[in-house]
């Protein structure tokens, strides 16, 4: 079994570190890498950031599925592309705050997200709400400490700790997300401090696709989620409608 995280920003340091937290959770013979696009914006805050990540996104689904992989996570809180990469991926892809959600209704009555900067907390609420979360959503709470920081500033991890202390007193919640990719690798250190579930959606993500794969689930190929048609593209994008079909 091939499974894929592929991180929609740029920063190849960031996408190592993706690729450690999914290796450390993935099943015995199952083959994890991770990729990054070489086009599109370093770090992922704010919608035109994220539309100008997805086709960048869906160049490595394609690459993905020329070199046979079985299932892909979309490592960005944002799930950015999720249903143009269903629409080409043969196997299931599963965004890493879907999956992370869907996971933090399983240990309580509700779960808290911490994010990084303010500004992307109404997109949370949005993928909330679209992946029938809001009951067990009770806050999203910004760190504002900017993605790429989570790698350079020294006090990130205390931050994100007190954020997550905050979150749980004023929510009242069972357990908390981590809302970006950077923060990956601190899953077990914040857990351990603050007494309650953390969870990190690229680890939640790879194992829920390992598990579709292994029970043989894939998307049925109908309808909204077929493989769309080819068509002409053209200017800078001219290569994506042969992609396509």
Known sequence: MHIRLVNPNT????TAKIEECARAVAGPGTLVDAVNPDMGPASIESHYDEALAVPGLLTEIAKGEAAGVDGYVVACFGD???????????????????????MGSFLGRGFSVVTTLERSAGRTWDLAE??????FCRGV??????????????????IITESALRAIESDNSDAILLGCAGMADL??????????????????????????????LRKSGRGE????????????LREFGSAAG
């Open 80 to 102: 950015p592309g999720i249903d143009a990469a269903r629409e080409i991926a043969r196997g299931p892809v599963v965004g890493m705050a879907e999956a992370a959600m869907h």
């Open 225 to 236: 989620f077929a493989t769309p048609p080819p068509k002409a593209y053209i200017g800078l």
């Open 141 to 158: 709470h910004a760190s504002d400490i900017p993605v790429l920081d989570l790698e350079t500033d020294p006090e990130a991890r205390k």
């Open 187 to 216: 899953c077990r250190e914040i857990s351990a401090e603050i007494g309650v579930p953390v969870i990190d959606g690229v680890a939640a993500g790879t194992t829920l696709v390992e598990s579709l794969v292994r029970l043989g």
């Open 11 to 14: 920063t190849a340091t960031m």
């Open 130 to 135: 679209r992946y029938g979360m809001q009951r």
